[in-house]
Antibody, heavy 120, light 108 residues
Framework: QLQLQESGPGLVKPSETLSLTCSVSGGSISSSSYYWGWIRQPPGKGLEWIGSIYYSGNTLYNPSLKSRVTMSVDTSKNQFSLNLTSVTAADTAVYYC????????????WGQGTLVTVSS | EIVLTQSPGTLSFSPGERATLSCRASQSVSSKYLAWYQQKPGQAPRLLIYGASSRATGIPDRFSGSGSGTDFTLTISRLEPEDFAVYYCQQFGSSPWTFGQGTKVEIK
């Protein structure tokens, strides 16, 4: 059973960089069928896709965040990461990592999410 | 960008009734890449349907998904008290991947 777990600071100061890591267990991040991604949900609002990365490093980013987002994969640790620069209060949200199969119809998997608050 | 429109934003039902939720795409979406989620307050979204019509593991058979192209539907055949929640559709066939804005199913 694939499991994803987000980790990182719960509080980030305005203008700084938000950094999160998703640890994958029960499966390999190097599997060729999957994209690994990040989704966020501000308090009381809907879901927003941030971006996704393939194990080779190929990335897909939401155009609305692309200038501030960097994702990376560490296959040796079976992890992938998100960096979001120049954060403001509008970036306060629950951040989820996920895995989707882009080859076959298969159930996506999500982590439980981690709340990141941007505040001084 | 493919815009997913879920309307109306809120639906009111009594327990035991049938609920039909709509997700309309601004461009054609491959059924392979269409999913539905349920979210309750304070909880992470729970996958209900993937591939437009396949139920996720452990999802009761009162939940069903259908549709193709630009029109997709989530049907709850008989609403149970625990089904009152917000429902989102998502497409990940065309970047940027997108979510609908959600439909809240509330108790009448």
């Amino acid at each position: 059973q694939l499991q994803l777990q987000e980790s990182g600071p719960g509080l980030v100061k305005p203008s700084e960089t938000l950094s999160l890591t998703c640890s994958v267990s029960g499966g390999s991040i190097s599997s060729s069928s999957y994209y690994w991604g990040w989704i966020r949900q501000p308090p009381g609002k809907g879901l927003e896709w941030i971006g996704s990365i393939y194990y080779s490093g190929n990335t897909l980013y939401n155009p609305s965040l692309k200038s501030r987002v960097t994702m990376s994969v560490d296959t040796s640790k079976n992890q992938f990461s998100l960096n979001l620069t120049s954060v403001t209060a509008a970036d306060t949200a629950v951040y989820y990592c996920d895995q989707v199969n882009v080859v076959l119809p298969a159930a996506p998997s999500w982590g439980q999410g981690t709340l990141v608050t941007v505040s001084s | 960008e493919i815009v997913l429109t879920q309307s109306p934003g809120t639906l009111s039902f009594s327990p035991g009734e049938r609920a039909t939720l709509s997700c309309r795409a601004s461009q054609s979406v491959s059924s392979k890449y269409l999913a539905w989620y349920q979210q309750k307050p304070g909880q992470a979204p729970r996958l209900l349907i993937y591939g437009a019509s396949s139920r996720a593991t452990g999802i009761p058979d009162r939940f069903s998904g259908s549709g193709s192209g630009t029109d997709f539907t989530l049907t709850i055949s008989r609403l149970e008290p625990e089904d009152f929640a917000v429902y989102y559709c998502q497409q990940f066939g065309s970047s940027p991947w997108t979510f609908g804005q959600g439909t809240k199913v509330e108790i009448k």
